[in-house]
């Protein structure tokens, strides 16, 4: 299993910009395939916002295209979501998300508040 440490959340004004961090551990971080950003606003769903696999393919949601660049560094297991021009929507707990070895697993999440 893997284990997910989310850091970088915090309060800022709209049109500000955060960039959270996602460290992964585990006996072996070679078998990490896909790891992704996902986020949930109070009485919402979860929904995916980036994924990025080891080969540096992307996937961004629709909301999230021109703003968000998630990016990862495989050598310190770490992948990174720079967001910039936040918006009041973009209220919400971020969660780090990572597939090894066809098991998924979920980090403690990282809120995010953004100020009209």
């Known amino acids: 299993q893997v284990q997910l440490v989310e850091s970088g959340g915090g309060l800022v004004q709209a049109g500000g910009s955060l960039r959270l961090s996602c460290a992964a551990s585990a006996r072996s971080t070679l078998s990490i395939n896909t790891m992704a950003w996902y986020r949930q606003a109070p009485g919402k769903q979860r929904e995916l916002v980036a994924a990025?696999?080891?080969?540096?393919?992307?996937r961004y949601a629709d909301f999230a295209k021109g703003r968000f660049t998630i990016s990862r560094d495989n050598a310190k297991n770490t992948v990174y979501l720079q967001t910039n021009s936040l918006k009041p929507e973009d209220t919400a707990v971020y969660y780090c998300?990572?597939?090894?070895?066809?098991?998924?697993?979920w980090g403690q999440g990282t809120q995010v508040t953004v100020s009209s």
């Open positions: 990025i696999t080891t080969g540096g393919s992307t």
């Open positions: 998300y990572a597939i090894s070895s066809g098991t998924s697993s």
